[in-house]
């Protein structure tokens, strides 16, 4: 086993996970939503950088593109299903009342609604473009060492999903939005009675949940194949990594993206790429049964006993 | 004592506030609508019936879900791994001995392992402490894993005695469901496995009915209602929702088997993500908590699919997303649970044009 293989395969896994779930992990965190929809957010952040790009855009706008498309697109799917407030400003005017029950905190729901939603994204989305479109090429070329090599971009990967995450720690830590936005979760009365509007913080969340969706298929499409159903292979690790990291959304995937992107670079350089998947996703089994609050449960466990010493 | 009060006390066991359905009038329509599905063969010849029949096995896939997310609250996506376990095991058994006993047994052999891969996960989940959401994705990932594991099982090296599972090509040539022995044996196809279909879809009904008004279907509500209470009072929460699991299980198991049957074919899309997602389509649109909603919504949904499918319409999954959709959004109870409560208001306020449509 070459270590260089076992780190760009561990780098590159982790990136992967990281990316996949962070859109999911701020959107179920801070909401109590699970986007099921979440691959398909993904495939059109993938989509709009692969069209743009086509159309002769340098990359990197193409890219923001993509991000910009999909956070709008987010924006549309929150004010009309996910809160409803559109329907229901429409119905109100017309049937004198409002239909829709917003899906915050009403888990079920919410993962059949949004499941809907990627059924028809999936679908139109194959209807609008067909089965393939032209595909980009991955940029920036590779590094050579000793009889292998290694996709640069890759690398770049896996920085970028370091550096959104601490983006992500910075925005919700250390600003104002961040403090109101946890505000929010943790008790929304309270949020509102203190003057947060917290509407709008919820639709804020989901924007900002979609834009790395978005961003995460931008970064995706030079290096993976555009195809409709592409969504679902991000979905799977998306899922697993938010779970298994935990309530503390952030910190939990970040751990998960370690431990999970260290077990599949071990197995696939073992024994090849289905059994890495196949151990990945026992070890997440394993995990959701042992630790019921995930990784960030156990790391609490441990500090709390740490301080009762 | 007349014959209808002799009506009455058999409908008596079937009948309770957790299903739709408790009057003389429902049950009259349901044996009317049972003759005309069972005289149906007979109408349209044996094509038609079978192309019914496989509306029938989903149904009972559709009831096997019904029964664990909306009597126990367990949404579980991993309805299709227990079909797709049965139908794969009736598949080695009956290819590889042949014999028409072997493929008699074949059928209770392939539920119960489906039964048994239910106990081992329901019993891994829920006695370790997984609940709600966790178990969704826990049933979606192992859904997955199988979806995984049975697409790379298309070398030589994946032959289970003369059978190969063969990856993404399938399993071909599956025989058709038997019963008996030797030359005598009764091959069930066209008409024959429809109305063995249409039969073991009404039992299974009533005798969901049965279960979900008696006792245990009581203790399943309040696990489902409030867990920590129903634990409280003294019931093994643990013990209430493997036993529903295992029950679910076995039942999605003989949908798998006589869907394995009917087509002499199963591949691994039977755990893909789309066909995983159908049956919490089908619950959703009927109503979880109503056993007939999910028999009514699945038949419906599977005849419009295929209507589309026919047509060559791409557009069959967009009208089931956005129909999807709009119940869950509009009508979260579901369809017929909202019908029922419209009929309802309608014969107790008979001038009232009351359109608060909403259930209970």
């Keep these: 086993m070459n270590p260089f293989n076992l780190f760009f395969q561990f780098a590159d896994s982790f990136a992967f996970i990281v990316l996949s779930a962070v859109g999911l992990a701020v959107i179920f ?79 079920l729901d919410s993962m059949v609604a949004t499941w809907a939603i990627g059924l028809i994204l999936t679908q139109g989305v194959r209807i609008v473009f067909g089965n393939s479109i032209p595909q980009l090429n991955t940029p920036l070329g590779s590094i050579q060492y000793g009889g292998f090599s290694y996709s640069v971009y890759r690398l770049v990967l896996s920085l970028v999903a370091v550096c959104v995450l601490v983006g992500l720690y910075a925005v919700f830590t250390h600003t104002k939005f961040g403090v109101r936005a946890r505000a929010t979760i943790q008790d929304p009365e309270t949020a509102r009675s203190l003057g947060v509007n917290t509407d709008e913080m919820y639709t804020t969340t989901f924007v900002i949940g979609s834009a790395l969706a978005g961003l995460t298929g931008a970064l995706y499409a030079p290096s993976l194949t555009v195809v409709p159903s592409m969504g679902t292979s991000f979905l799977v690790e998306a899922f697993v990594a938010v779970v298994v990291g935990g309530p503390s959304v952030l910190f939990g995937t970040t751990l998960s993206g370690g431990l999970l992107g260290a077990i599949n670079a071990l197995f696939t350089n073992l024994y090849g790429t289905f059994f890495g998947q196949i151990a990945m996703l026992l070890t997440a089994i394993l995990v959701i049964r042992l630790l019921s609050n995930g990784l960030t449960g156990l790391v609490e466990t441990v500090r709390d006993r740490k301080v009762g010493e | 004592m007349g014959p209808a009060s002799a009506f009455d006390r058999a409908r008596a066991p079937f009948e309770g506030p957790n299903t739709a359905g408790n009057t003389r009038g429902f049950w009259i329509g349901f044996l009317a609508v049972f003759a005309v599905l069972l005289i149906y063969p007979l109408l349209f010849g044996a094509y038609a019936a079978s192309n019914a029949a496989q509306f029938l096995f989903s149904a009972i896939l559709g009831l096997s879900l019904c029964f664990v997310w909306g009597y126990a609250g367990i949404l579980s996506f991993g309805q299709v791994v227990f079909y797709g376990i049965a139908g794969y095991t009736f598949g080695l058994l009956s290819l590889n001995f042949g014999s028409a006993l072997v493929t008699t047994l074949a059928l209770p052999a392939a539920v119960a392992i489906a039964t048994l891969g239910a106990f081992v996960l329901g019993y891994f989940m829920f006695y370790g402490e997984v609940r709600d959401v966790y178990v969704t994705i826990l049933t979606l990932v192992v859904t997955l894993v199988l979806y995984t594991f049975m697409g790379q099982t298309a070398g030589s090296e994946w032959t289970i005695g003369s059978v190969a599972l063969g990856g993404f090509n399938g399993m071909p040539a599956i025989p058709n469901l038997t019963l008996g022995v030797d030359e005598s044996a009764l091959r069930l196809s066209g008409a024959t496995f429809y109305w063995f279909t249409l039969l073991s879809l009404a039992v299974i009904y009533l005798g969901l009915r049965a279960l979900v008004n008696g006792r245990f279907g009581y203790t399943m509500v309040a696990v489902r209602e409030d867990e920590d209470r129903t634990q409280m009072l003294g019931y093994d929460v643990r013990r209430v929702k493997l036993l529903v699991f295992v029950i679910g299980g076995a039942l999605a198991g003989f949908a798998g088997v006589l869907y394995a049957t009917w087509g002499n074919y199963i591949n691994p899309d039977v755990f893909g993500i789309t066909f995983a997602s159908i049956p919490v389509v089908w619950v959703t649109v009927g109503g979880r908590r109503s056993l007939l909603g999910a028999i009514v919504a699945t038949v419906a949904i599977e005849w419009f699919r295929q209507q589309l499918a026919v047509t060559g319409s791409q557009y069959a999954i967009v009208v089931v997303g956005a129909l999807l959709l709009a119940v869950v959004l509009v009508l979260p109870e579901g369809v017929v649970p909202w019908m029922r409560a419209r009929l309802r208001n309608r014969s107790e306020h008979p001038q009232s044009t009351d359109s608060t449509g909403v259930v209970e």
């Design chain 1, 29 to 107: 965190g801070m909401m109590g939503v699970i986007n099921l929809g979440h691959g398909e957010f993904i495939m059109i952040g993938a989509y709009g950088t692969t069209l743009v790009a086509n159309a002769g855009a340098p990359l990197v706008a193409a890219m923001i593109v993509g991000v910009i498309v999909t956070a709008v697109f987010g924006f549309l799917v929150e004010r009309t299903i996910v809160s409803g407030a559109a329907i229901n400003w429409v119905a109100e005017r017309t049937l004198g009342r409002s239909v829709i029950e917003p899906l915050y905190d009403r888990l």
